[in-house]
């Protein structure tokens, strides 16, 4: 079987500022982390035929993707050949996939991917903004059904399957612990995240509990700002200003039911299928992993994802990350080294893959691991799930 991926590598990263309520439009930070990637890059906007993003443009919730294709394309006047953006796929790497297959048929040579959100913004202007009258307030859609049971958030979506994880292996929060506090320590030597101030044990276990068994440093953290990735075909790659970073596999299956109550294993949710994917394009082995950066919309997240990746077997995550050493800088599988969403801020998973790059290309400062050659990228909660495997040549 032929990976087309192969032929695909990232050229260019680049973001803009990342903080807490910005006040800034999604296009004004779109544009900044553009331009930052085509510098990255050593490309000129010219040279950009293509285009990818995901979900697309969404009203609800707000602030989630507050930028369109449309947007982007008349800001910068880029002239497309191809271009692909919509709400359904694969979760945050539906991009990636999409721009990988793009370059390798040949529809673009260079395209541009990007994730922004404004949602701390957005939340602040809630919270202040006076109740509206009338039908305007009437709920719809899934809210419909969650609200009534004042279930609106995810963390208490996730929370009943965390618990399902707790009743099968017997989670300990002092285990589950080590994913947020491993973050911190980590977010400590990245001086572009939001929280650095040092997390302890006491700290987190008596934390304000959001919905058992997650405490508030389970949760990820809002943030407003923008992530761009360019994605070039494998020859055009060569005459960029960095060193290419290959991607070696990619995946983003679809087998398991959407409904979040219908999941086969309601305690790995989407994630077993994506990560045996991901093995099956590669000849590469968990083994081979220098560094990991999976998604931790919640902390319990991260510890399915080593499962469904195969660094562990089935409820053996908790055992593996006990004591936060294996997880550590310096450890056997250096995890979320930028801190993370949950420490970092939540870039909805591009944060994960600008993070990989980074240390793939040694340019981490502080918080870089011993020379990775491979890193692995998981992102996605719930029923939707994707993962990359890059590799430095």
């Not at 923008?226 to 990619?250: F, G, L, M």
């Not at 491979?374 to 996605?380: D, H, K, T, Y």
Request: a negative charge; aromatic letters at 8%; glycine letters at 10%.
């Amino acid at each position: 079987m032929e990976a087309l991926e192969r032929k695909a590598a990232i050229t260019g990263i680049g973001r803009s500022a990342i903080g807490r309520r910005l006040g800034r439009s999604g296009l004004d930070l779109t544009v900044d982390a553009v331009l930052a990637a085509l510098n990255n890059a050593g490309l000129d906007r010219t040279d950009i035929d293509g285009v990818a993003c995901w979900p697309g443009q969404v009203a609800t919730p707000p602030g989630m993707s507050p930028t369109s294709i449309f947007e982007v394309r008349d800001a910068l006047n880029l002239q497309l050949s191809w271009y692909s953006g919509g709400s359904e796929g694969p979760a945050q790497l539906t991009s990636i996939i999409a721009a990988a297959m793009a370059v390798a048929t040949g529809q673009a040579r260079h395209v541009l991917c990007f994730r922004t959100l404004t949602e701390a913004t957005e939340a602040a202007a809630l919270r202040s903004a006076p109740l509206t009258q009338g039908r305007a307030n009437r709920i719809e859609g899934m809210f419909q059904w969650q609200v009534p049971y004042h279930a609106p958030s995810a963390a208490v979506w996730a929370a009943l399957f965390a618990q399902r994880y707790v009743h099968e292996y017997g989670l300990k929060r002092e285990q589950l612990a080590q994913i947020a506090l491993n973050a911190r320590r980590n977010a400590g030597l990245n001086p572009e995240a939001v929280y650095r101030t040092p997390l302890t044990m006491d700290e987190y276990l008596s934390s304000r509990m959001i919905s058992t068994p997650f405490c508030l440093y389970d949760c990820d953290v809002p943030v407003d700002g923008s992530t761009a990735v360019i994605v070039s075909r494998i020859d055009a790659a060569r005459d960029t200003r960095c060193a290419p970073i290959r991607i070696e596999a990619i995946s983003g299956p679809l087998c398991t039911p959407t409904s979040w109550d219908q999941f086969p294993e309601l305690a790995h949710m989407a994630y077993l299928a994506a990560g045996e994917r991901l093995w099956q394009r590669t000849d590469f082995r968990p083994k081979d992993v220098d560094c990991a950066h999976l998604y931790d919309g919640f902390s319990f997240f991260t510890l399915v994802w080593l499962e469904a990746l195969g660094f562990c077997g089935k409820g053996e995550a908790p055992a593996f990350v006990e004591g936060g050493q294996r997880i550590a800088l310096d450890g056997e599988l250096p995890l979320n080294t930028d801190g993370g969403q949950l420490s970092a801020g939540r870039l909805h998973g591009f944060g994960h893959l600008y993070e990989a790059v980074t240390q793939l290309r040694g340019e981490a400062g502080a918080r870089q691991t011993r020379d990775p050659k491979v890193a692995v990228v998981a992102n996605g909660g719930g029923s939707i799930a994707s993962a990359a495997l890059l590799v430095r040549d």
